[in-house]
């Protein structure tokens, strides 16, 4: 960067770029240091001091309370920093993590006047000629912006969010500080991140960026809102692109109620449970399918709106997952369910919890001592907020790590289990999400999940019918979920090409052992019976049937009958 271009007009973080501009100007850098440093010494010295007069227990909590409020001081990064280590329990010790929790934008508001003179520059007009009201004062004030509540000339209620002023500035040296710091001080902290840490730097002043660019937040909600466009149950706000820049964001007025507000959510007669099943789904929808998730789902961010549906708010920070990383998490929660610890530890490898060349065998038994206990005997006894404790204390005897995407997803979980629990204290995560997994993983809709089907189905070549019974039994708990489409999809499934090695696997499963098994195939007609009426069930078939030209039933015929004659001969 040249020495004449201005630092506030940086949309994207470039580590270089700070850096060559703040090589000219080391006054700036200095003087920020030692302030930062200075506050830090003196937190570091109190620790020790507890240390030298034996008071660390007593004084624990109010340590805690003192890093919370020092982040608090130093600023939007700071505090975002403590938002990011709040995830991290394998990084952070607990007292602290719960207080680091707890940091939740508390900065005051700035001044209004400031305010609404970035609206007028930033839109290049008048407030008044924008909107027809706009709050003499903001609804709410965050580490990065402050809301208005105000209206369109066109009659429409609006958000609008205003950026702090001189947030980049700020910002980037306060980064160009931290790079610096972790390239000087990594050799000496006693981490094992598996990483260089200023690419840690790097990767969180990239997510810091894209969130101070309002203009991204409003794509980010647009993609949102197409990913749920076919979901009844969900809202998102639209955003009035005339009235967005990168600093103000003008968006659609959410008539909620966060969900915070417990109390006022049950009073406007709205079903905690059924905004605790759209919340839970919606999140596993994120997650397993779109893989576009929202990464910063607390309670102030989700709104349970008068005719039922939720509504997502603060679009800032998003995470993209891959296609085999979302196919890994669809695995790792049936291997967990299974109790297959040995395919869960692959999945950890997988999805990068344990390098590659970790010897996975010890941790298959501690797997199963602390995953199992947390199961229990009932896969509806599962909670997140168990699990992801016990697998804290795994972290401490294995090298385990987390990779930053996943302190945001483990986060996003944990919270949305928080928040259910708070509206319904016997709420357990696993009786929505388990019908959720065992139905998307039978009604297959793409061949990558077919696959999975039958990678849970078949366990070293054999049929697993036990699997298959209880995929049937919990997808049933599910209200949504009907047989009928799901046998539909299956009989096309069976009569495509794909199809024909599921044939001969299952004439095997039948037949094995030299006999038929009835039986299994009893309990499994006894399940689904009710809903495969003989009439339902001859439009599917028909239904399939029609849609197969002549020539594809008759090359699929006779492959069939060979294989169901060879297979019964065996
Ligand atoms: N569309 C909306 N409808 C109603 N209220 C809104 C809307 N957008 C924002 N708000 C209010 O403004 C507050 C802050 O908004 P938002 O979360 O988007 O800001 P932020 O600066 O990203 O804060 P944070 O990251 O801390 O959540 C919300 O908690 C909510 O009270």
């Given amino acids: 960067m040249s020495l004449q271009t201005p630092i506030q007009n940086n949309r994207r973080y470039d580590p270089n770029e700070i850096a060559s501009y703040y090589r000219y100007r080391p006054w700036l850098a200095w003087a920020r240091a030692l302030n930062v440093i200075w506050s830090f010494a003196a937190f570091i010295f109190s620790l020790k ?32 920093v403590g938002q990011a280590l709040s995830t991290r329990p394998d990084l952070v010790r607990k007292d602290f993590l719960e207080e680091l929790v707890k940091l939740q934008d508390q900065l005051p508001p700035f001044d209004n006047a400031i305010a609404y003179q970035l609206i007028e520059t930033e839109l290049g007009r008048p407030v008044k000629e924008i909107y027809s009201e706009l709050s003499p004062s903001p609804v709410a004030a965050a580490s990065l912006g402050q809301v208005y509540r105000g209206r369109l000339h066109t009659g429409e209620e609006v958000a609008v969010k205003v950026q702090r002023p001189n947030l980049r500035p700020v910002i980037t040296l306060d980064l160009y500080l931290l790079r610096w710091a972790a390239g000087w001080l990594a050799p000496w902290l006693p981490l094992n991140l598996g990483h260089d840490l200023r690419l840690i730097v790097d990767e969180f002043g990239t997510k ?4 101070i660019d309002y203009l991204n937040e409003g794509r980010n909600a647009e993609k949102f809102a197409t990913n749920f466009r076919n979901d009844p149950h969900v809202k998102v706000p639209a955003i009035y692109w005339r009235y967005t820049s990168t600093r ?15 109390k006022k959510v049950k009073e406007a007669g709205i079903d905690p449970e059924a905004i605790i099943e759209i919340g839970v789904t919606s999140g596993l ?39 085999t990383t979302k196919e890994t998490l669809v695995d790792a929660v049936v291997h967990l369910v299974n109790k297959d610890y040995n ?6 490898v997988k999805l990068g919890f344990l390098t590659p060349d970790t010897d996975i065998r010890p941790i298959v ?21 168990t699990i992801t404790d016990q697998f804290s204390e795994l972290m401490y005897d294995y090298p385990f790590r987390v990779p930053a995407k996943f302190a945001l997803i483990i986060r996003s979980l944990v919270t949305q289990e ?12 696993v009786e929505v999400a388990y019908p959720y997994v065992a139905r998307r993983l039978l009604t297959g809709e793409s061949p990558q999940l077919r696959r999975r089907l039958l990678d849970v189905l078949f366990k070293d070549g054999k049929f697993q019918w036990q699997r298959l019974e209880n995929l049937i039994a919990i997808a049933r708990t599910d209200e949504n979920f009907d047989v009928l489409p799901t046998a539909k999809l299956g009989l096309e499934y069976l009569l495509s090409d794909e199809g024909k090695y599921l044939w001969r696997q299952l004439i095997l499963a039948l037949t094995e052992d030299d006999r038929l098994h009835t039986e299994e195939v009893q309990r499994l007609w006894n399940l689904v019976k009710d809903d495969l009426k003989p009439n339902r069930l001859l439009d599917v078939a028909i ?10 039933v008759a090359a699929i015929l006779p492959s069939v009958t060979a294989i169901a004659t060879f297979g019964i001969k065996r």
């Avoid at 810091?208 to 969130?211: G, I, K, P, R, T």
């Avoid at 103000?248 to 417990?262: H, M, R």
């Avoid at 038994?365 to 907020?385: H, M, Q, S, W, Y």
Wanted: charged letters at 25%; aromatic letters at 10%.
């Fill in 418 to 429: 928080g928040i259910a629990l708070s509206l319904n204290p016997n709420f357990k995560i």
């Fill in 543 to 552: 239904g399939v049937l029609t849609d197969l030209s002549k020539e594809r």
């Fill in 49 to 80: 001091w507890d240390e030298w007069q034996n008071q660390v227990e007593q004084n624990k909590l109010k340590r805690a309370t003192q890093l919370r409020q020092l982040l608090t001081r130093l600023g939007p990064t700071f505090i975002k």
């Fill in 365 to 385: 038994p501690a797997l199963e001592a602390t995953l199992g206990n947390a199961i229990g005997k009932n896969v509806g006894d599962f909670n997140f907020k």
């Fill in 208 to 211: 810091l960026f894209e969130e």
């Fill in 343 to 348: 395919d869960l530890a692959k999945d950890y």
């Fill in 248 to 262: 103000v964001l003008t968006l659609e007025w959410l008539n909620g109620f966060k969900l915070t507000d417990t």
């Fill in 285 to 323: 929808q994120q997650l397993l399918e779109h893989g576009f998730f929202h990464a910063d789902p607390h309670p102030g961010n989700l709104f349970a709106m008068p005719d039922g549906r939720m509504g997502y708010i603060d679009f800032g920070m998003m995470d993209q997952l891959d296609e």
